[in-house]
C-alpha cells in the first residue's frame, strides 16, 4: 500500500510541475510568438499529435497544441528560449532540471 501511495504522490507532484512549466511557456512565449515559432519542429510535431489523437483536427485549437507538451519537452523549449526569461524563472527552471536529474539518478 505504502508503495502505491508514493507513486500516486511523485506522479501528482510531476504533473503539477509539467502543468507549471507548460503554464510558463504559455505566459512567456506565447504572447511573443506563433505556437511553431517557439516549439522545434518535432516537438511540435508530437504535441500536435497528442493533440490530434486527443481532440481531433481543428485548426482553430492551434494554440492548444503547448497543453500538449510533456516534462522532458517543456524543459527543453524553456531552455532554448531562456534569454526572454526572467531570472526568477531561469532559476526555478534550473532547480527543476537538477532536482529532476537527482531523482533520474536515484532510479525513483
Known amino acids: 500500500m505504502a508503495y502505491s501511495i508514493a507513486r500516486l504522490t511523485l506522479y501528482a507532484l510531476l504533473t503539477a510541475v ?3 512549466l ?9 504572447p511573443k510568438r506563433e505556437v511553431s515559432e517557439i516549439l522545434p519542429v ?5 504535441a500536435r499529435d ?3 489523437r486527443d481532440r481531433g483536427f481543428d485548426p482553430d485549437l492551434e494554440t492548444k497544441v ?5 516534462f522532458s519537452e517543456s524543459i527543453e523549449v524553456l ?10 524563472l531561469q532559476k ?17
Not at 503547448?66 to 510533456?70: F, K, T
Not at 531552455?79 to 526568477?88: A, C, E, I, N, V
Not at 527552471?93 to 532536482?99: F, V
Open 18 to 20: 509539467e502543468s507549471d
Open 22 to 30: 507548460r503554464d510558463a511557456i504559455i505566459a512567456n512565449l506565447s
Open 42 to 46: 518535432k516537438i511540435y510535431e508530437r
Open 50 to 52: 497528442r493533440m490530434e
Open 66 to 70: 503547448l497543453e500538449y507538451l510533456d
Open 79 to 88: 531552455q532554448s528560449h531562456k534569454s526572454d526569461l526572467d531570472g526568477t
Open 92 to 108: 526555478a527552471i534550473r532547480s527543476i532540471i537538477q532536482t529532476s536529474s537527482e531523482i533520474a539518478l536515484k532510479g525513483l
